[in-house]
């Protein structure tokens, strides 16, 4: 695996200063130095990339010591963030879901895409980046782009401020469990489902497990329907594999204002949300700022956690639920090449998984870095998806003018007026 | 282009009363009466309406082995280049958008909804029109 000593030492190094950061806190500290993750990254060793992707989550996950719930549950949620008010109080994590997009029946009816339920999550540091330098606003960009900080990559581009390093962005996928009975949940296998021209969205999965809130642990199979297909000896898994919640009428209820999550509810369940309904954390996507171009990891559960490449290098500081969700990493566009000899892939089942092959490949074959690199503002279309270099010359995503948002579509796209 | 027509009827409502051969009296009532509709019953350009979208409106119903209309199903429809995902509202109805060139040839059909199956899905391609429509209707019973 390693060519040199130096490398072996190298990582050792890198992995004892961040086991010495990751002191009992409800916030990352990411003590490794910006240095040594632009090593990382120069390096391209993926197993090290990887064992540093997983402590940083675990950290974020599962937290030190005896605490029960996850860091990210304190951290402010993406309607506290994109918010004009600083009055509003909104509860933390996805307890706080709120979104303005009307249910109403015109726009459910007429939104084409799979639906997934997601929620962005900032921690304290990101937060307070957004909300001090008014980066929720329009107007706030509109002046940055005559006024900010010449960028230095892309010709003509001007900059937010900086992020600090301590940011750190969680965006989480859900899916949501029926109080009773067994719900069926697609579950993505790297090997039944190869990139498709029309993308690989979790309605073309091969199988499903059957998630049941009344089973104490994995029980005998059953056979379900999901989507118009039979499955038969389904497995079937506990509430306990994963990270979930149970919905309060409250919540329901404003999940249920929003078009997305109406609309997954109604796929999966055929019927809106309501109290003693369960959510479950099907995946997300993590982003420190560990370096300018930000680190990324991708998160999905997986019933067979144990098996293949993307459970690797997975530490045992890793507890209960956690260990069953399997994980990708970026720390650049290219590097280290894929299996196919292009360039790095990273991408989120269920985030990715459905966009369609725009002629960079499908969302499979996307590489989170090398989208998350177009984000600018006046914000352009986030697809096709791409992996590798940027191609300012015939992208509009870097037309001279252009404000760059700092890898984050949320700034570009969700900017208040 | 029904959602067009429905908004630009009441238009023609207000011109109609205006231009008619009613007294003067009638027309100024006309014109008050347009004044104080409210914005959604005016016709206004709404870019994320289906009807204004280029492309094909598919449009349909789900009903019940009685008949009945049905809210929350799902209609998947796939084409070689997307997979495009609507589903019934309140009334058992759902109407979206897909690029020029999805005729019903080239798109896959099929509806679902938890505790039913599927028995038959009817696709009808609409009269030559401006706007190419589809009508895709499904039916399903109780499992």
Redesign the interface.
């Known amino acids: 695996m390693y060519r040199g000593v130096a490398r072996p030492i190298l990582v050792l190094l890198i992995s004892a200063s961040v086991i010495r950061g990751y002191a009992q806190t409800s916030e990352p500290r990411l003590h490794i130095t910006e240095a040594n993750v632009e090593l990382l990254r120069q390096r391209a060793d993926l197993h090290a990339q990887r064992r540093h992707a997983w402590q940083v989550i675990a950290e974020v996950v599962d937290g030190a010591g005896d605490r029960v719930e996850p860091g990210f549950k304190s951290w402010h949620g993406e309607s506290e963030v994109f918010n004009d008010s600083s009055n509003t109080q909104y509860a933390r994590g996805i307890r706080g879901f709120s979104r303005t997009r009307s249910a109403g029946p015109g726009t459910l009816a007429q939104t084409a895409d799979s639906p997934v339920l997601t929620y962005t999550l900032y921690n304290d540091a990101a937060f307070n980046h957004i909300r001090d330098n008014h980066l929720y606003s329009r107007r706030a960009l509109e002046r940055l782009k005559i006024q900010g900080i010449p960028d230095d990559r892309v010709p003509g581009n001007r900059d937010i401020p900086q992020f600090p390093r301590e940011a750190v962005i969680l965006k989480t996928a859900w899916w949501p469990i029926s109080r009773h009975g067994i719900s069926a949940l697609p579950v993505w296998d790297s090997d039944e489902n190869s990139s498709r021209q029309a993308g690989a969205g979790y309605l073309s999965w091969q199988r499903v497990v059957g998630v049941d809130p009344q089973a104490a642990a994995a029980s005998s199979p059953v056979s379900l329907e999901f989507a118009g297909r039979s499955f038969q000896d389904v497995h079937r898994v506990s509430l306990s594999s994963f990270y979930y919640l149970q919905l309060d009428q409250d919540l329901a209820v404003r999940l249920m204002l929003d078009a997305t999550a109406r609309k997954q509810a109604a796929v999966v369940l055929g019927r809106p949300l309501q109290e003693g309904d369960y959510l479950i954390l099907v995946g997300a996507n993590l982003a420190t700022r560990e370096t300018r171009d930000w680190v990324w990891a991708a998160l999905w559960w997986h019933d067979r956690p144990e098996a293949g490449l993307y459970a690797d290098d997975r530490p045992f500081t890793l507890k209960s639920a956690w260990r069953n969700y399997l994980m990708q990493v970026a720390f650049d566009a290219i590097t280290p090449v894929a299996n196919d000899g292009g360039p790095h892939i990273c991408f989120n089942p269920w985030l990715e998984g459905r966009f369609p092959d725009g002629g960079h490949g499908g969302g499979t074959a996307s590489n989170c870095l090398a989208c998350h690199a177009r984000a600018s503002y006046p914000p352009v279309s986030f697809l096709p998806v791409t992996r590798g270099t940027a191609q300012p010359s015939n992208d509009e995503a870097y037309l001279p003018g252009k404000l760059r948002t700092g890898f984050l579509w949320s700034i570009a796209l969700h900017a208040t007026p | 282009m029904e959602a067009f027509y429905r908004r630009l009827g009441s238009g023609l409502c207000g011109l109609a009363l205006a231009g008619g051969s009613s007294s003067a009296f009638l027309a100024l009532t006309g014109r008050a009466e347009a004044q104080k509709q409210p914005p959604q019953q005016t016709y206004m350009y709404d870019p994320?309406?289906?009807d204004e979208q280029p492309g094909i409106k598919y449009f349909g119903a789900a009903k019940d082995a009685n008949g009945a209309l049905l809210k929350?199903?799902?209609f998947?429809l796939?084409?070689?280049?997307?997979?495009?995902?609507?589903?019934?509202?309140?009334?058992g109805?759902?109407?979206?958008?897909?690029p020029l060139g999805m005729t019903p040839d080239k798109v896959s059909s099929?509806?679902?909804?938890?505790?039913?199956?599927?028995t038959r899905i009817d696709v009808r391609p609409g009269p030559k029109a401006p706007k190419l429509t589809v009508q895709v209707d499904c039916f399903l019973k109780a499992?």
């Open positions: 994320s309406a289906a929350d199903v799902t998947q796939v084409t070689p280049q997307s997979t495009f995902v609507f589903v019934t509202d309140e009334q109805r759902f109407r979206g958008n897909l099929k509806c679902f909804k938890a505790g039913f199956l599927m499992n």
